[in-house]
T-cell receptor
Framework: AQSVTQLDSHVSVSEGTPVLLRCNYS??????LFWYVQHPNKGLQLLLK??????LVKGINGFEAEFKKSETSFHLTKPSAHMSDAAEYFC??????????????FGSGTQLTVLP | NAGVTQTPKFQVLKTGQSMTLQCAQD?????MYWYRQDPGMGLRLIYY???????DKGEVPNGYNVSRLNKREFSLRLESAAPSQTSVYFC???????????????FGEGSWLTVV
C-alpha cells in the first residue's frame, strides 16, 4: 500500500523568494517519486524524478527535490520564484519495481501563486 | 513535437448522450492511459493499455470503455454520460508499462467535459 500527502493545498510567495512545496509519502516498497507541474489548461509536465540514485534530484526550470527516507519526504524547492512558476504541482509515488500503472498514486496538488 | 494529442478539448453533453475522446501519441510508446482529474483528488486511472492489443481497468472504470485502435491511438468512450462524469480527462503514454525504474509517463493537455 502507498499514499502521498501534499501538506499545503495553496502556497503564495513573492517573486524572487524561495519556493518550498511539501510532500510526504508512505509506501510498503522502495518508492519512485515524481513531481509534475500543471499550468492552467495544460497537461502535466514532469519536473523531476527520484529512482533510488542520488537523493538530491535536479529538475527543469531550477527546481530540485531531496529524498529523505528517514522523514518519508520529497519536498520540492526552488531558490528564487519566477512569475512563470505559478501553477499546480503534483507529487506522485509508485513502487520502484512496479509493473502496474495502477500503483501510480497522485497527491491532491499544491497551487503555487507568485506575487509581483 | 506533438507528443500526446487529445480531442476535443472542450465538450458539453446532455445526460444520457454518448461521446468518444480521441488520443494519439507520436512517440512510439507502448503503453497508454486515461485518467480523470477532479478537484482535490489528484488524478485517478480509468483504463490503461499496457501494449497494443491489450486494455485493462484502472481505479475508476465504471461508465467508460476504451479501444486501443493501434499503437498510436487510444480512445475513451462514454456510452451514457452522467453528471458524475463531469471532469477533466487526460490521456497519457509511456515507453514501457507502469513505473519500473522511474519510467516517465507523458500527458496530453486535457479534455474538459461537462455533463448537464
Amino acid at each position: 500500500a502507498q499514499s502521498v500527502t501534499q501538506l499545503d493545498s495553496h502556497v503564495s510567495v513573492s517573486e524572487g523568494t524561495p519556493v518550498l512545496l511539501r510532500c510526504n509519502y508512505s509506501s510498503s516498497y522502495s518508492p519512485s517519486l515524481f513531481w509534475y507541474v500543471q499550468h492552467p489548461n495544460k497537461g502535466l509536465q514532469l519536473l523531476l524524478k527520484y529512482t533510488s540514485a542520488a537523493t538530491l534530484v535536479k529538475g527543469i526550470n531550477g527546481f530540485e527535490a531531496e529524498f529523505k527516507k528517514s522523514e518519508t519526504s520529497f519536498h520540492l524547492t526552488k531558490p528564487s520564484a519566477h512569475m512563470s512558476d505559478a501553477a499546480e504541482y503534483f507529487c506522485v509515488v509508485s513502487p520502484i519495481s512496479s509493473g502496474s500503472a495502477r500503483q501510480l498514486t497522485f497527491g491532491s496538488g499544491t497551487q503555487l501563486t507568485v506575487l509581483p | 513535437n506533438a507528443g500526446v494529442t487529445q480531442t476535443p478539448k472542450f465538450q458539453v453533453l446532455k445526460t444520457g448522450q454518448s461521446m468518444t475522446l480521441q488520443c494519439a501519441q507520436d512517440m512510439n510508446h507502448n503503453s497508454m492511459y486515461w485518467y480523470r482529474q477532479d478537484p482535490g483528488m489528484g488524478l485517478r486511472l480509468i483504463y490503461y493499455s499496457a501494449s497494443e492489443g491489450t486494455t485493462d481497468k484502472g481505479e475508476v472504470p465504471n461508465g467508460y470503455n476504451v479501444s486501443r485502435l493501434n499503437k498510436r491511438e487510444f480512445s475513451l468512450r462514454l456510452e451514457s454520460a452522467a453528471p458524475s462524469q463531469t471532469s477533466v480527462y487526460f490521456c497519457a503514454s509511456s515507453e514501457a508499462f507502469g513505473t519500473v525504474g522511474g519510467n516517465t509517463i507523458y500527458f496530453g493537455e486535457g479534455s474538459w467535459l461537462t455533463v448537464v
